[in-house]
């Protein structure tokens, strides 16, 4: 049992940076691995940035590798994501995911993942 709730999105030019944020809720088992995910109109879902909330692994899509960084507070409960350097192509709806051990490989695949929030949009003008 998890429930995630984001916030941070927003509007910003292109260059200009944002940081998302991830309220988690429920036992920590529920999400052992973590990551963000986005989806723009009429496409679909894409793996942004995961991490292992155990170990603090990180692994990114080759897209925003260098630009975005996951990261976590554990006494807050919280999931972030610093995206850096935004671009048009970035603009979507970011979701905040949770997966169990038992899913979790490492991966941006979203069967990886059983606990979605409900998004937080970004848009990147030119």
């Known amino acids: 049992q998890v429930q995630l709730q984001e916030s941070g999105g927003g509007s910003v030019r292109s260059g200009g940076s944002l940081r998302l944020s991830c309220a988690a809720s429920?036992?920590?088992?529920?999400?052992?691995?973590m990551g963000w995910f986005r989806q723009a109109p009429r496409k679909e879902s894409e793996g942004v940035a995961g991490?292992?909330?155990?170990?603090?692994?990180?692994y990114y899509a080759d897209s925003v590798k260098g630009r975005f960084t996951i990261s976590q507070d554990n006494a807050k409960n919280t999931l972030y994501l610093q995206m850096n350097s935004l671009k048009p192509e970035d603009t979507a709806m970011y979701y905040c995911?949770?997966?169990?051990?038992?899913?979790?490989?490492?991966?941006?695949?979203?069967?990886?993942?059983?606990?979605w929030g409900q998004g937080t949009q970004v848009t990147v003008s030119s």
């Open positions: 995911a949770a997966g169990s051990p038992s899913r979790c490989s490492g991966g941006l695949n979203t069967s990886e993942y059983n606990s």
């Open positions: 429920g036992y920590p088992y529920s999400r052992y691995c």
């Open positions: 991490i292992y909330t155990r170990s603090g692994s990180t």
